[in-house]
């Protein structure tokens, strides 16, 4: 049977619909993946979504930003010992902070935004990088937060 395309189209989306409407377990649990895979948990509540900085930075110093972001409601400080490494790769290899110099302005105002707020218990991490401090700077302020993290856990 040669079937129009359109009747094709049409029977996908009621298909689609159906599956959507379902008030079983497995309509949620499509909800919760595509929770998880768009807009995580861990990402909420937030001043502004991390990937609108992340995508500012070099890679490392992205990495560093995304595990600060999440620690407290992902990993914990195994988060930010995961941040502490790739701030260690950057400073290794000389890796720059910015994707672009002309974006420094733009990154520093969402740094400031984090240092206001407190976001994630890290102002001074946060104001490490808003002003425009040295890679070793932030590097000891990373160091410093998780030493005192887990002095308090003892």
């Not at 930075?57 to 620690?71: A, Q, T």
């Amino acid at each position: 049977m040669n079937r129009n395309p359109l009747e094709i189209l049409f029977d996908n989306v009621l298909a689609g619909a159906a599956y959507a409407s379902q008030s079983s377990d497995s309509a949620s649990v499509k909800e919760q993946h595509m929770d998880n895979v768009n807009h995580p948990k861990h990402y909420e509540n937030c001043p502004f979504e991390c990937i609108e900085l992340t995508r500012l930075l070099s890679f490392d110093w992205g990495n560093v930003v995304k595990y600060c972001y999440r620690w407290q409601s992902k990993n914990g400080v195994e988060d930010l010992k995961k941040a502490l490494w790739y701030a260690n790769d950057a400073v290794i290899h000389g890796t720059p902070l910015y994707a672009d110099t002309n974006l420094s302005g733009l990154c520093n105002a969402l740094f400031s935004a984090l240092a206001n707020t407190d976001w994630a218990g890290l102002r001074g991490i946060w104001w490490a990088f808003a002003n425009s401090g040295t890679e070793r700077e932030i590097l000891t302020a990373l160091k410093n937060k998780i030493n005192e993290i887990e002095k308090d856990g003892e």
